[in-house]
């Protein structure tokens, strides 16, 4: 019995290191980098002073999901993204603690450009708030200059918020993940991404919305990462 449970966990871990190979792959191909230099990128993260600060906020019960957040699978590919990208402008939908937030800011502030517009629900009127249920609470605050919380349903807020930046770099949806939500977003934004701007989305699995999409506008140029959908628009 023992032995049995030693083997398998080998073989997950053995498939774990493998994913991440592939992973690293896809991302190479996708932006166009050698493997290297997504690894440089990765380290220079796992060393940051921020992710260590990061590590440290969230010492907390909820460990489980922090993991997967952490997970080289989940923010730290908006991190990544971002600094071959070097957007100007960055929009998300779903901020809740506020991971993808970080990191992305966080990548913006290392490249010293690019603003991040995000949107999110508002908290219910008159209910007290801890400062772990605060939207955007893991975002350091000398972050806070290049960031726009807008809160409101996207349905609601996106619209203007497009009108008004026009341009977009990278669009992140991971909000309501219904799939007429999904297709909203994705139709709103794409109109407004810049050639080789970036969709991303989390989580694909929930519904084929990002599929669809991608097959509806003929996008040549998508990737599936575990549970993260990324189309290029050209
Ligand atoms: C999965 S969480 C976002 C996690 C976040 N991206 C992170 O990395 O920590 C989803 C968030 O979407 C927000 N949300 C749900 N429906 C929404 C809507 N229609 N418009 C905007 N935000 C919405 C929720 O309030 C919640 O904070």
């Known amino acids: 019995m023992e032995k049995t449970s030693w083997k398998h966990k080998f073989v997950r871990l053995v498939e774990l290191a493998n994913a991440i190979v592939t992973h690293k792959r896809k991302l190479s191909k996708l ?36 993991v997967s957040m952490f ?3 989940r923010a730290p590919i908006l991190y990544l993204i971002c ?39 508002p908290n219910r009127p008159g209910h007290e708030l801890r400062e772990t249920q605060r939207t955007g609470w893991l975002v350091p605050k000398e972050f806070y200059h290049r960031w726009k919380l807008i809160l409101g349903s996207s349905r609601d807020k996106l619209p203007a918020l497009l009108e008004n930046v026009r341009n977009v770099d990278i669009f992140f949806h ?13 139709d709103k934004a794409w109109g407004y991404l810049m050639p080789k701007g970036f969709l991303l989305v989390d989580d694909i699995t929930e519904n084929s919305a990002f599929s669809e999409f991608i097959r509806k506008r003929g996008c040549k140029s998508s990737l599936e990462l575990f549970k993260t959908g990324i189309a290029i628009k050209y």
């Open 174 to 186: 991971d909000s309501d993940h219904s799939y007429e939500n999904m297709m909203f977003e994705f």
């Open 31 to 66: 932006l166009g980098v050698p493997i290297k230099e997504i690894d440089s990128a990765y380290n220079e993260l796992a060393e940051s002073k921020f992710l260590h600060d990061l590590n440290k906020k969230t010492a907390h019960p909820k460990i489980l999901h922090y």
């Open 83 to 121: 600094r071959f990208i070097k957007p100007d402008v960055v929009i998300e939908t779903g901020v809740k603690d506020g991971f993808s937030t970080s990191f992305t800011l966080h990548a913006l502030e290392m490249n010293k450009k690019g603003r991040l517009y995000s949107i999110d629900l």
């Open 71 to 73: 997970s080289p699978f």
